[in-house]
C-alpha cells in the first residue's frame, strides 16, 4: 500500500470519528433538553393537561405526561422507570413506594377523586345516587355487560368493587363484568354503546369528551372510602419537576381540578391560603450523561 493511500485512510478514519462523536455528544445533548418525564393516574387526564399548558404558558417549561394506573406506575417505578413525579389515583401506592426509598418524601394531597354511576346513550339504565335503579335493572336482566376499571391495580375500580359488593350487587354482576386497564379506559369501554353502564371516575364522566357520550350521576362520597389522590417526587426529580410540584399546590392548579369534580381536604379548602410558587426558569446546570 503506497503512503498516499495509507495517509488518505488515515484521514477517512479521523473524519469518521469526528462525524460519530459529534452524533453522540449531540445525542447526549437530546438527551440532556427532554423535558422531565412525570407519570399521572388516567382519571386526572383532562385537568392535568390544562395544568400542564397553563404551567407552561406561565413558565416556558415542558413536561412529558404519561397517563394509566397507579399500580402500573409504581411497578415501572420500582424497576428504574425515569419517572421525577408521580399524581396516583390514591394514598396506597405512593406509601409503596416510599416505604422502598424511591421517593423523596411521603407526598401530598392533591386532589380527593369522585365515583360516578355512567350509562351510555343507547342504554335504559336508571341512573341514581345510591343505585336503585342498577339493582332493578340487575332483577330484571337487562345488564348483559357493566364496566369498571381493574381492581387490582386501579384505584377507581378497587372502590367501585367495593362499593357494589357493599350494596349487594357484586355477586349478581359477576358474569357481566368488563374490565378496563385503567379508569379511562373503563369509561370508554362503558360509554361506548356496547354496555349498559359502569361505575368511572366522575371526573372522566363529566368531562366534554365523555359526557356526550352518555348520562352520569355523582355517587355520594359516604358509600365508599375516601379517594384521597397524593403526589410525590422521586429522586431523580429536577428543578423543573420540583417547581411543577409547587405549581400543583396553587389556587390555579386547584381551580382546575374542582372544574373537572375533584374535592379537596379540608386544609386546603381555604384557597386564600393555598401556596402561591413564584414561577421562573431554573437556570440550567451540567448534566452529566449516564451509561
Not at 251 to 273: I, M, Q, R
Amino acid at each position: 500500500m503506497t503512503v498516499s493511500c495509507r495517509l488518505s485512510q488515515g484521514i477517512q478514519t479521523l473524519v469518521l470519528s469526528g462525524v460519530i462523536g459529534l452524533m453522540t455528544l449531540v445525542s447526549f445533548s437530546a438527551q440532556a433538553a427532554k423535558p422531565p418525564a412525570i407519570a399521572a393516574a388516567s382519571n386526572v387526564k383532562f385537568a392535568l393537561d390544562e395544568i400542564v399548558a397553563n404551567f407552561t404558558a406561565e413558565t416556558g417549561l415542558k413536561l412529558r405526561v404519561s397517563y394509566g394506573s397507579s399500580g402500573n406506575f409504581v411497578a415501572q417505578i420500582q424497576h428504574g422507570a425515569p419517572f421525577e413525579m408521580l399524581l396516583s389515583a390514591d394514598e396506597f401506592y405512593v406509601q409503596q413506594l416510599h416505604k422502598v426509598g424511591k421517593t423523596d418524601s411521603d407526598g401530598d394531597i392533591y386532589a380527593i377523586g369522585k365515583l360516578a354511576l355512567v350509562a351510555p346513550n343507547n342504554s335504559s339504565l336508571n341512573l341514581d345516587p345510591q343505585l336503585a335503579g342498577l339493582e332493578a335493572a340487575i332483577e330484571q336482566g337487562e345488564i348483559k355487560r357493566f364496566v369498571i376499571a381493574n381492581p387490582a391495580h386501579a384505584p377507581y375500580g378497587e372502590r367501585a368493587q367495593a362499593l357494589l359488593t357493599d350494596k349487594g350487587l357484586w355477586e349478581a354482576l359477576q358474569s357481566t363484568i368488563i374490565m378496563g386497564e385503567n379508569v379511562s379506559q373503563a369509561a370508554q369501554f362503558a360509554l361506548s354503546g356496547s354496555a349498559q353502564g359502569g361505575i368511572v371516575a366522575l371526573s372522566l364522566a363529566s368531562a366534554p369528551q365523555f359526557s356526550k357520550m352518555g348520562r352520569y350521576v355523582e355517587i355520594p362520597q359516604s358509600l365508599y372510602q375516601p379517594i384521597n389522590q397524593r403526589m410525590v417526587m422521586t429522586p431523580k426529580a429536577g428543578d423543573t419537576t420540583k417547581a411543577f410540584y409547587e405549581y400543583m399546590k396553587s389556587s390555579a392548579a386547584h381551580d382546575v381540578l374542582e372544574n373537572y369534580g375533584f374535592g379537596f381536604p379540608d386544609s386546603l379548602t381555604d384557597k386564600h391560603h393555598l401556596h402561591q410558587p413564584k414561577l421562573r426558569a431554573p437556570q440550567p446546570r451540567q448534566q452529566v450523561a449516564e451509561e
